[in-house]
Every structure is written in C-alpha cells, then in structure tokens.
T-cell receptor, first 108, second 115 residues
C-alpha cells in the first residue's frame, strides 16, 4: 500500500511570502502525481498534474516538482495571498491514496 | 458538461436508515471513483469503476455499502442501516485513461450526517 506523508501538517505565513509544501511517498512506481486544493467543506480542485517523465510543472504562481527516485514532490507557492488559504493534498498517481494534507493560512 | 456532479450536497438521516448518493462523471471519462473523507483526514479510497465494471473495493467498503455504475455513466453509492460512524463527506471523482497518464476530477461531495 502506498504511504503518503505531507509536511508540514499546518502552516501559517504572512501575505507575500514564498512557501514550499512537501509530499513524500513510499512506492515510486507511479505514472504521475497530482496536487489538489481543498477549501473547507468542499471537494478537491486539481492544481497541477506532473507526469512521471516531467520534473516540474508550473501554473501561475504555483510550481510543482517531482523526484520519483527519492519519492518526493514539492509544491512551491510564490507571493502567497490570503485566497491561497486552504488545505493542499498530493496524490501519487493513480494508486488511490492521498496524504492528510497541509493546512495553509495566509495572514493579510 | 462542466465537471463531476454529486447529489445531494447534504444528507441528514437517522441511524438505521438507508441512503443513496449519485455521481455524474465527466461524460468522456471512463473511470469513476468513490472516496470518503472525515474531518482533518485525506480522502480514503472506497471503490472504483472502469466503465460499468467495479474493479477494486477497499476493505473500508463493508457489506452495508454497495456501489453501482449500471451503464458506465452515472454511479450510485448506497449505505444500508447507517451508523453514526458513517458520518463523513463522500467524494466522487472521474478520470479518463489515456495511455497510463491521467488525473482525477472531483465533485463537490455529499456530506452525510447520521443522527
């Protein structure tokens, strides 16, 4: 069974800071990895999907990296805004397992 | 077709009653997944379908739970004889398998409260 760990569990930063969220997984035989955002009481919104052949994927202020061999992915958020406050979840490809997420609070 | 739809959004039921949830995936997606999520936890996998075939079921899916996807389109998740421990958010996701690379699209979920 894939074990997924996300560190830190919670993070509080002032507006404008750059930050990094970490995801590690035990089974590196994955075809992709997906990062999601979840607002309280809502479903998951896909942020980035990185294929195993890629090392990075970017969307706006978000950049995700994937190192399959070490079982790690990072989500970098540049110039954080209060609207970024949410829980961020990673899902190593197509194996049905999620981490417990990082709860981010951006303070105005 | 703008995304994955789940109905109802909220359901309050008395312990012992049966409940049924519906999920309408993105039309061109051939895979459909059900997850359960409790407060502070990530989604826990319950089951998934490829077209109408149910290919995998988690041990979390006790015999009180049943899921169907009769024509490979929408799916239903039924919980019989609900218990308070069934209170959770039930999430549906769909995906399209193109080669080996595909990502999930999630619905907004159905929040179940068993009183």
């Amino acid at each position: 069974k894939q074990e997924v760990t996300q560190i830190p569990a919670a993070l509080s930063v002032p507006e404008g800071e750059n930050l990094v969220l970490n995801c590690s997984f035990t089974d590196s035989a994955i075809y992709n990895l997906q990062w999601f955002r979840q607002d309280p009481g809502k479903g998951l919104t896909s942020l980035l999907l990185i294929q195993s052949s890629q090392r990075e994927q970017t969307s706006g202020r978000l950049n995700a990296s994937l190192d399959k061999s070490s079982g790690r992915s990072t989500l970098y958020i540049a110039a954080s805004q209060p609207g970024d406050s949410a829980t961020y979840l990673c899902a190593p490809g197509n194996q049905f397992y999620f981490g417990t997420g990082t709860s981010l609070t951006v303070i105005p | 077709d703008t995304g994955v739809s789940q109905d109802p959004r909220h359901k309050i039921t008395k312990r012992g009653q049966n409940v049924t949830f519906r999920c309408d995936p993105i039309s061109e997606h051939n895979r459909l997944y059900w997850y359960r999520q409790t407060l502070g936890q990530g989604p826990e996998f319950l089951t998934y379908f490829q077209n109408e075939a149910q290919l995998e079921k988690s041990r979390l899916l006790s015999d009180r739970f049943s899921a169907e996807r009769p024509k490979g389109s929408f799916s239903t998740l039924e919980i019989q004889r609900t218990e308070q421990g069934d209170s959770a958010m039930y999430l549906c996701a769909s995906s399209y398998r193109q080669g080996l690379n595909y990502g999930y699209t999630f619905g907004s979920g159905t929040r179940l409260t068993v009183v």
